[in-house]
């Protein structure tokens, strides 16, 4: 049988990744593209999923009958910060629209894209996938937090009222080609590549904000694209799977800012800016769940992925999003 699975958010991080796996991975194989299969990945100019009548005519055009839901309004914490109503309305919006598009349209299968930010503040490490709802996020985010959790909800609705098959998947940081490397506005990873870049390029000091103490999990979106498409074939419940590098993975922030420097080829003043915040120390959260089900999983060595993203970052950096300050 024809199947035909829409991306949304098609074009981003994580869509762009899936794409280059299902491109590159041998046809047939566990993560490669089946010979049945015709994906779609979507942007925000060919529907914007706020619009409940852009969202319908994308079904229309395309009929999925599987949906990979990555569409959101994302953002580094100053944007959260500072738009929380928006971040709340945009993402209930979009997440609303393709649900119940979705259902509408007999979609067979939907997964969407949650993350680990949506998790409690004040809660007990390791996270799981049970501790979702388990009290408030933390206010610097609740808009995007809130919206996201609804998913979580609105997938056991689904189930429970109409019997549709829609879950979801929490990837902790992810980075990887086509990441968003505005200075202002970026996740730890690119931001810093990109600031290493003009360090090297202007012949400035490289500072990194923050003691480089604490620690992150950070999954390569090359490896996420893969766990994405297990999901789609191999995991039928509507319960979260957290896809992530295990607790025993973490990376500390000038661990991250040492292999930068080693991948841009820096060799200027490099150093850490005591005086900023940290953030958490550390916030891990627990793959057991995945490896599990998966029976394993081998992920791309951190300095590996980096390297490769920083040679991406390097060739593709007219292109790349940077932001207003090339
Ligand atoms: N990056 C991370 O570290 C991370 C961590 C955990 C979870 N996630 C989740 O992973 C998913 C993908 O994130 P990403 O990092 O790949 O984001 P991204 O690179 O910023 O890409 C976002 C994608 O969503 C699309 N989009 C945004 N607003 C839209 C709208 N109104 N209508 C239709 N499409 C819209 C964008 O299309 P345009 O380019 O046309 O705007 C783009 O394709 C998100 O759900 C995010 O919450 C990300």
């Known amino acids: 049988m024809a199947t035909v699975i829409l991306v949304t958010g098609g074009t981003g991080l994580v869509g762009k990744a899936i794409q280059h796996i299902i491109d590159t991975e041998p046809e047939g194989s566990r993560f490669g593209k089946r010979p049945n299969e015709t994906w779609i990945f979507a942007n925000s100019r060919e529907a ?3 619009d409940p009548e852009e969202t319908k005519k994308l079904f229309e055009k395309y009929k999925p009958t599987h949906v990979i839901h990555l569409a959101a309004l994302v953002g580094g914490l100053f944007k959260n910060m500072k738009y929380k109503l928006t971040f709340l309305r945009d ?22 894209c949650l993350s680990t930010c949506v998790f409690p503040d004040k809660v007990e490490y390791p996270l799981d996938e049970n501790k979702i709802h388990s009290g408030p996020p933390h206010e610097s985010n609740f808009g995007y937090a809130h919206a996201k959790r609804m998913v979580d909800v609105q997938n056991h609705a689904y189930q429970e009222e109409f019997g549709c098959n829609f879950t979801s998947a929490i990837p902790t940081n992810v980075f990887g080609p086509h990441d968003n490397f505005d200075l202002e506005d970026s996740h730890v990873i690119p931001g810093l590549i990109h600031k290493c870049y003009l360090a090297k390029k202007n012949g400035t000091p490289f500072v990194v904000s923050g003691t480089g103490k604490p620690l992150r ?53 490099y150093s850490f800016d005591t005086t900023r915040a940290d953030g958490q120390f550390r916030k891990p959260a627990s793959n057991a769940k995945l490896l599990g089900l998966m029976g ?8 590996k992925a980096l390297d490769s993203t920083v040679q991406w970052f390097l060739q593709n950096y007219n292109n790349a999003r940077t932001g207003k300050t090339n």
């Open 296 to 303: 394993g999983f081998t992920f791309t060595p951190f300095d």
């Open 91 to 112: 993402n209930i919006l979009i997440n609303d629209n393709v649900l119940h598009t979705s259902y509408k349209f007999n979609t067979q299968k939907v997964i969407s």
């Open 217 to 269: 999990q950070f999954i390569y979106s090359h490896d996420l694209a893969k766990l994405f498409i297990w999901q789609l074939r191999e995991y039928d419940d509507v319960e979260p799977v957290i896809l992530s590098v295990g607790e025993n993975e973490e990376v500390s922030i000038k661990e991250v800012a040492d292999a930068i420097v080693k991948a841009v080829g820096f060799t200027g003043e």
């Open 48 to 50: 914007d999923l706020r």
